[in-house]
């Protein structure tokens, strides 16, 4: 079973910071997703990574293949972007389960204006 | 993309009482999967919503407590049975078409007393 940490648990940052939060796992993956969860429990996609960078707005995420590492950025960071970031990986190709996700616990980000 | 929505977003129930929850997609999707989110902690798989048979179940979650129905391709309900203060959670729905495009749903958040 693949476990997936995220660090920090907690992030408080001031309007304007450049933020980090990590997320590593343990066992090959087909995907690593990256979701923002809002105080009401909806949840949106940010970014399906299986390589490389991708780049929306002021988000950046980058994977490690190698290291099972990834990395989501935010630059300029707002008020409005508080909100719980959860890493969550597909499992790899065999017997189907690239379907199924496995989530880290979640990083609760407070930006203060 | 596709839009889940779920009824209701969120409910009260009492002790040993049942409660259904369901999933609407606005277009078909391959598969369609239920979460649980504990307080405090990552999000579950409870099982894979199969379409026009039994749900496939993650261990530790049983059809007794937790029957699911999948009629059609954009459509499933999940009933927490005999409910207990211990099913307070966020339950969430979730559909595919491929394992890299993941849409949730906003989630119900259940309170038992």
């Known amino acids: 079973k693949n476990e997936v940490e995220q660090s920090p648990q907690n992030l408080t940052a001031q309007e304007g910071e450049f933020i980090t939060i990590n997320c590593s796992y343990s066992v090959g993956i087909s995907a690593l997703h990256w979701l923002q969860q809002h105080p009401g429990g909806g949840i949106v996609s940010l970014f399906m990574?299986?390589?490389g960078k991708k780049k929306h707005g002021r988000l950046i995420a980058t994977i490690n293949i190698q290291e099972k590492h990834s990395s989501l950025h935010i630059t300029a960071s707002h008020p409005r972007d508080s909100a719980v970031y959860i890493c969550?990986?597909?499992?790899?190709?065999?017997?189907?389960?690239?379907?199924?996700?496995?989530f880290g616990k979640g990083t609760l980000l407070t930006v203060n204006p | 993309s596709a839009v889940i929505s779920q009824k209701p977003s969120r409910d009260i129930c009492q002790r040993g009482t049942s409660l259904t929850i369901q999933c609407q997609v606005d277009s078909q999707v391959t598969m369609m999967f239920w979460y649980r989110q504990q307080p405090g902690q990552s999000l579950t798989l409870i099982a894979t919503?199969?379409?026009?048979?039994?749900?496939?179940?993650e261990s530790g979650f049983v059809i007794d407590k937790f029957p699911i129905s999948r009629p059609n391709l954009t459509f499933s309900t999940l009933t927490v049975s005999n409910m207990s203060p211990e099913d307070s959670s966020i339950y969430l729905c979730s559909g595919t078409r491929t394992y890299n495009e993941q849409f949730f749903g906003p989630g119900t958040r259940l309170t038992v007393l």
């Open positions: 969550a990986v597909n499992g790899d190709y065999s017997g189907g389960s690239n379907y199924k996700l496995t």
């Open positions: 919503a199969n379409q026009g048979s039994e749900a496939t179940y």
């Open positions: 990574l299986s390589s």
